[in-house]
Antibody, heavy 120, light 107 residues
Framework: QLQLQESGPGLVKPSETLSLTCTVSGGSISSSNYFWGWIRQSPGEGLEWIGSIYYSGSTYYNPSLKSRVTISVDTSQSQFSLKLSSVTAADTAVYYC????????????WGQGTLVTVSS | DIQVTQSPSSLSASVGDRVTITCRASQSISTYLNWYQQKPGKAPNLLIYGASSLRSGVPSRFSGSGSGTDFTLTISGLQPEDFATYYCQQSFTTPLTFGGGTKVEIK
């Protein structure tokens, strides 16, 4: 059964870079049928797609965040990572990683999520 | 960006009720519409993909319909474990976007 697990600091200072890693287990990150995505949810708010990556390294970003986002993949470690630069309090959110069905782009399954707070 | 608007934003219902949630896209998205259930403190779970296909393991009381711009999620016979927030998501084009959610509460 495929599982995803986010990891990384829960507290980031304003103007610094948020870095998270998602570890994939129970399946191959190198499947040609899937992307691997990041989605966030601000406290009490809805869901926002950040971007997705293919195992080859091809990336797709939300234009609203594109200037600050880098998503990378390490197939040898079955991991993909998110970096979000120049963070502000508005970036405080629960960050989820999820498998992104490449043909029809639904997310399943999701990691449990990790809360990242931006504060000095 | 394609906007997806859910209605209502919240509703109160009783166990056994039939519940319908609507999602409207700002332009035609064929059947590129997915539905998720989220319980407090948990990640969303996929319920329906491609507007009407039930994810394996999801109870058959959940159903989805629609195409183009108008979609519905129906819960036929609400169960106690169905009280949650439901989100739709369009996957027709990037940026992938979600509806604002519908919170289903106990009446």
């Amino acid at each position: 059964q495929l599982q995803l697990q986010e990891s990384g600091p829960g507290l980031v200072k304003p103007s610094e870079t948020l870095s998270l890693t998602c570890t994939v287990s129970g399946g191959s990150i190198s499947s040609s049928n899937y992307f691997w995505g990041w989605i966030r949810q601000s406290p009490g708010e809805g869901l926002e797609w950040i971007g997705s990556i293919y195992y080859s390294g091809s990336t797709y970003y939300n234009p609203s965040l594109k200037s600050r986002v880098t998503i990378s993949v390490d197939t040898s470690q079955s991991q993909f990572s998110l970096k979000l630069s120049s963070v502000t309090a508005a970036d405080t959110a629960v960050y989820y990683c999820a498998r992104d069905a490449s043909a029809r782009r639904w997310f399943d399954p999701w990691g449990q999520g990790t809360l990242v707070t931006v504060s000095s | 960006d394609i906007q997806v608007t859910q209605s209502p934003s919240s509703l109160s219902a009783s166990v056994g009720d039939r519940v319908t949630i609507t999602c409207r896209a700002s332009q035609s998205i064929s059947t590129y519409l997915n539905w998720y259930q989220q319980k407090p403190g948990k990640a969303p779970n996929l319920l329906i993909y491609g507007a009407s296909s039930l994810r394996s393991g999801v109870p058959s009381r959940f159903s989805g319909s629609g195409s183009g711009t108008d979609f519905t999620l129906t819960i036929s016979g609400l169960q106690p474990e169905d009280f949650a927030t439901y989100y739709c998501q369009q996957s027709f084009t990037t940026p992938l976007t979600f509806g604002g959610g519908t919170k289903v509460e106990i009446k």
